[in-house]
């Protein structure tokens, strides 16, 4: 009998061939084009090895999964994590491909993973593995071939060591091969909080439709990083109410709401929410489950699954994080008439910014900060309209298989053209 630990490590991969195959029968692919869609163009694994404090040497493994090419360059995050796995890299990098589709973005789909708890290395030892990682890929990655951003444990100043290496190792100074980068170097303000703006976004053109609006709405959202933190931010400056919040260490939920600053600085001074001072605290499992209008888990993948689907008490789901929902769990809120904006769409802020600085960089600088934003929300409220669209279209269907629709048929034309399939 399947527990819920098995579902909580079940392969990211196998879970996202199912969407794929689900969506599959929808457009009446055979076999064979299923698998050209599901098989990655490349993955590079490579060993990094750094010297360490003590003056011995410390090995770790990571991947770049290079998946779809077709509609453009790859494009995708590194992430730094102790946890991390070949095939979930290859599904994140599928999820990337479908996601730019989506956004009518002119990219294909990668990630990147290093098996490493970035919290047990000194500075300079991130920095040597950052500078060795990039050492090992630099010859896979360039602006019109394929260009990582930060992920899970990655940020601008990882960046900034990722585009100076390039730099010293290939002759090219390209600072489009790399967004996510410090304003000094080329990047843009808004790409740091672009994730969490387009939830919020996104929450609020949903909201507008299932809920009749965002205003007064009560929210929870699991996990409290950059995306969580900003969301909350946001969707406080729109009028909702976030009533619950957590991170790795648990949660805390009042009813009355949380206050953004207040809860900003428990976490700074702190180093987790569950030290808020008013409300109850919670895990993250009972987070899940707790009544509110507006469910958006924004940690990792599988949190929701067939086990807690069923006890979900959310009117609405909005993915911040990639993968949080299995197969199952999908069809059971389905069935239940929970609508599920799906990770696709609702985070997709985060590489629409990439897009912008991307664009900008080639461009020599040319783009503000404000056009940058509105292009972000321009972009996405056209993608949540066509999605709402083909939603309405196709009957019996939920929003992620709309949006799975949309993006897998733009791929297909394109690897059809260029007789790929």
């Known amino acids: 009998m399947t527990s819920v630990e098995e579902v909580l490590t079940s392969n990211l991969y196998t879970q996202q061939t199912k969407k794929l195959y689900k969506i599959g029968e929808i457009l009446g692919l055979h076999e064979d084009q299923l698998t050209a869609l599901s098989t990655p163009e490349r993955v590079i694994q490579v060993k990094i090895q750094i010297k360490g404090k003590d003056g011995l040497i410390k090995t770790f493994t990571g991947w770049r999964s290079q998946h779809n090419s077709a509609l453009g360059p790859y494009k995708g995050g590194v992430r730094f994590h102790p946890n991390v796995t070949q095939d979930e890299v290859i599904a994140l990098s599928m999820i990337m491909t479908w996601k730019n589709s989506l956004l009518q973005l002119p990219y294909g789909g990668g990630k990147a993973g290093v098996r ?160 808020y001072p008013s409300g109850k605290k919670v895990s993250n499992d009972e987070l899940i489950i707790s009544e509110c209008d507006i469910l958006v888990p924004a940690a990792l993948e599988n949190v929701i699954h067939k086990f807690n689907a069923p006890k979900v008490k959310a009117k609405l789901i909005v993915e911040g994080a990639n993968g949080p929902l299995t197969a199952d769990a999908d069809s059971i809120l389905k069935e239940r008439q929970i609508p599920v904006v799906p990770d696709i769409l609702a985070n997709s802020g985060g590489v629409v910014g990439s897009y912008v600085e991307w664009a900008n960089n080639r461009m020599g600088e040319i783009i503000n900060e404000e056009d940058a934003k509105k292009l972000i929300l321009a972009r996405m409220e056209k993608a949540f309209n066509e999605v709402y669209n083909k939603y309405n279209s196709l009957g019996d269907q939920d929003l992620r298989t709309a949006a799975m629709v949309v993006a897998v048929e733009r791929v297909i034309r394109a690897m059809k053209v260029r007789g790929l399939i």
């Open 116 to 275: 490493v708890d970035p919290k047990s290395l000194s500075k300079e030892e991130l920095e040597q593995l950052s500078r060795n990682f990039i050492d090992a890929i630099y010859k896979y990655i360039g602006s019109n071939i394929d260009v990582p951003a930060p992920d899970v444990n990655t940020d601008s100043q990882i960046m900034s060591w990722f585009l100076d290496e390039y730099t010293k190792i290939s002759g090219k100074i390209d600072p489009a091969t790399f967004t996510g980068k410090p304003v000094d170097l080329g990047g843009l303000s808004v790409r740091e909080f672009s994730t969490g703006l387009g939830v919020v976004h996104t929450s609020k053109l949903a909201a507008e439709k299932f809920l009749g609006g965002l205003e007064g709405r009560r929210v929870i959202i699991q996990g409290f990083g950059n995306l969580g933190s900003y969301a909350m931010k946001f969707f406080e400056e729109n009028g909702a109410l976030v009533i619950g919040v957590s991170d790795s260490k648990g949660g805390v939920i009042d009813p009355n709401g949380l206050n953004y600053s207040k809860l900003e600085e428990v976490k700074k001074t702190t180093g987790s929410v569950v030290n």
